[in-house]
């Protein structure tokens, strides 16, 4: 016996790429229903072998449905999510929406799955930040055996985390380099992006952080451990899918670049490709289409008293958004409703 299972927003990059995972994972569904936004209506996604045809979001019944997968903005999950819930649908959100609701779970599943509990709060759990989600993955074993004080990141974020229009506008860009008389203007992005890197994502903050550096940090705190330290600066790179970090770690007793190397080897999500050779590292093209989170360059900071450096890369399509939020749905199903 398998979940009825809802994907809302299906013909966007994450919903389309859920549908894909759902599928690739096989995960157990007895039923599925894609939805969307009135002017998609009709539109036609992929599930495996099979084509669903995109029903209307707005006047969808969720009663008798297991769990919705939400890949939309913050404004229509506002008013869709808690429909949903009320109608006894586990949500699971990938907008930022509910992410800092003390009452609601942020769940990555390789690092704090029994927080799946509070689900019972609201019937709902958040997905976080793309960025966030594949650097707690490489941060958490290494915070189990060392304890973590303070955490230095700088992204390297791909347009695709700006959704299709950022896509494009790489895209266009990049042609219109080529072509005299065809340039195009930066739209999407305050500044061009083709050959170009922007360290701006999401609003600026009074603090003179932007929102999405905010998020990194108040997300880790609230995923891993609150005592936490973490800055960050967050850049658009002109990189059509995948996320890549520089991470600088600093623990409260030392831990060796070898042991470190070793415990991520055996972490769950993870794969280690670290020679120090040339082409010994991963890159964000060689990680597209793939579920794990890589990491590379590891080894000692001299400069502090317990400091390691690592390189973590992931697709931000899977890692960052989908593949979480279909793990989320693994674990719902596997610790709590208990179908499939």
Not at 28 to 40: F, Q
Not at 133 to 161: E, N
Not at 188 to 199: D, E, H, L
Request: proline share 4%; glycine share 8%; with cysteine.
């Amino acid at each position: 016996m398998g979940y009825k299972v809802v994907v809302v927003g299906a013909t966007g990059n994450v919903g389309r790429e859920m549908l894909n995972i759902l599928a690739e994972r096989e995960f157990p569904v007895d039923e599925i229903a894609a939805l969307a936004s009135r002017k998609s209506l009709g539109t036609e996604v992929s599930f495996g072998d099979t084509t669903l045809t995109t029903k209307d979001l707005d006047t969808f019944d969720f009663s008798g449905w297991d769990m919705a997968l939400f890949a939309v903005g913050s404004d229509a999950t506002k008013v869709y999510a808690p429909k949903a819930a009320a109608a006894g649908c586990v949500v699971i959100d990938n907008s930022s929406l509910y992410r800092y609701d003390p009452e609601i779970p942020l769940i990555v599943p390789e690092v704090n799955p029994d927080a799946i509990e509070m689900y019972k709060n609201k019937n709902i759990i958040a997905n976080p930040n793309c960025s966030t989600a594949q650097m707690v993955v490489a941060l958490k074993p290494l915070h189990d055996r060392a304890k973590i004080k303070r955490v230095v990141v700088s992204t390297y974020q791909s347009v695709s985390g700006a959704g299709k229009e950022g896509i494009d506008e790489l895209w266009d860009q990049t042609k219109g380099m080529y072509v005299p008389g065809q340039e195009v203007a930066a739209s999407k992005f305050t500044k061009q992006i083709a050959f170009n890197v922007i360290p701006h994502i999401d609003v600026f903050m009074d603090s003179g952080d932007t929102k999405e550096e905010w998020k990194m940090i108040a997300e880790t705190k609230k995923i891993v451990d609150s005592s936490i330290k973490v800055t960050a600066t967050c850049v658009r790179v002109p990189v059509f899918v995948g996320h890549s970090e520089s991470i600088n770690i600093e623990f409260e007793e030392f831990l060796d670049e070898d042991e470190a190397r070793e415990i991520l080897r055996t972490a769950p999500g993870i794969l280690v490709v670290d020679k120090r050779e040339n082409g010994g590292y991963v890159t964000p093209v060689e990680c597209v289409g793939d579920f794990a989170t890589f990491i590379s360059r590891i080894r000692q900071d001299v400069t502090i008293e317990n400091g390691l450096n690592l390189w973590c890369v992931s697709d931000n399509l899977r890692k960052g958004a989908a593949l979480n939020a279909v793990q989320i749905a693994e674990l719902l199903g596997r610790r709590v409703l208990k179908k499939g």
